[in-house]
T-cell receptor, first 113, second 115 residues
Framework: GDSVTQMEGPVTLSEEAFLTINCTYT??????LFWYVQYPGEGLQLLLK?????DKGSNKGFEATYRKETTSFHLEKGSVQVSDSAVYFC????????????FGEGTQLTVNP | EPEVTQTPSHQVTQMGQEVILRCVPI?????FYWYRQILGQKVEFLVS????????KSEIFDDQFSVERPDGSNFTLKIRSTKLEDSAMYFC?????????????FGSGTRLTVV
């Protein structure tokens, strides 16, 4: 079945460091790919998305490119801030499965001043 | 910004008891969902609901679970006879459409602890 695998966490960085959180997926067909973020005490928020190969999603300085050849959707940010501390979830959705989202394990990011 | 509201934020219940988790989706959304996350594990799909009926459910969503939209605003998840392994964070979500580029809006979750 469909699955999403994220890099193991937690990840701890200093402010202004470069961030990469790896995400790979297994799915037939052409899924849409998403990154969700969960700040402490809040719900899951859509951070960015890409719906076809080579699309780049971007938001709040974060980027991820849909790479079909490597089945990856790695999240990157050039300079993280303390306020980026949160849990990040990679997810996919296939049109053939309707609206169901399949999530990765989540990666806890802590950014220290 | 419109939000999905879940209550309570934390519920403790005894094994075998019935529990109802409540959600108020965004008012003009048509599709409603429940997901859960057992501590340390992935967020898992439970069920989707549209037009007053279940449109899709996962293998987790067995006979002990049920969902209902009892009025125009609430969307509830009932667990009939809770087990220890039902302890998890339960997330409600809603969306205006099932497919396309519309994302979900998630609530902040209800942490259910079964003792």
């Amino acid at each position: 079945g469909d699955s999403v695998t994220q890099m193991e966490g937690p990840v701890t960085l200093s402010e202004e460091a470069f961030l990469t959180i790896n995400c790979t997926y297994t799915a037939t067909g052409y899924p849409s790919l998403f990154w969700y973020v969960q700040y402490p005490g809040e719900g899951l928020q859509l951070l960015l998305k890409a719906t076809k190969a080579d699309d780049k999603g971007s938001n709040k300085g974060f980027e991820a490119t849909y790479r079909k050849e490597t089945t990856s959707f790695h999240l990157e940010k050039g300079s993280v801030q303390v306020s980026d501390s949160a849990v990040y979830f990679c997810a996919l959705r296939k049109e053939t499965s309707g609206s169901r989202l399949t999530f990765g394990e989540g990666t806890q990011l802590t950014v220290n001043p | 910004e419109p939000e999905v509201t879940q209550t309570p934020s934390h519920q403790v219940t005894q094994m075998g008891q019935e529990v109802i988790l409540r959600c108020v989706p965004i008012s003009n959304h048509l599709y409603f969902y429940w997901y859960r996350q057992i501590l340390g594990q992935k967020v898992e799909f439970l069920v989707s609901f549209y037009n007053n009926e279940i449109s899709e459910k996962s293998e987790i969503f067995d006979d002990q679970f049920s969902v209902e939209r009892p009025d125009g605003s609430n969307f509830t998840l009932k667990i009939r006879s809770t087990k220890l392994e039902d302890s998890a964070m339960y997330f409600c979500a809603s969306s205006p459409m099932a497919q396309g580029n519309y994302g979900y809006t998630f609530g902040s979750g209800t942490r259910l602890t079964v003792v």
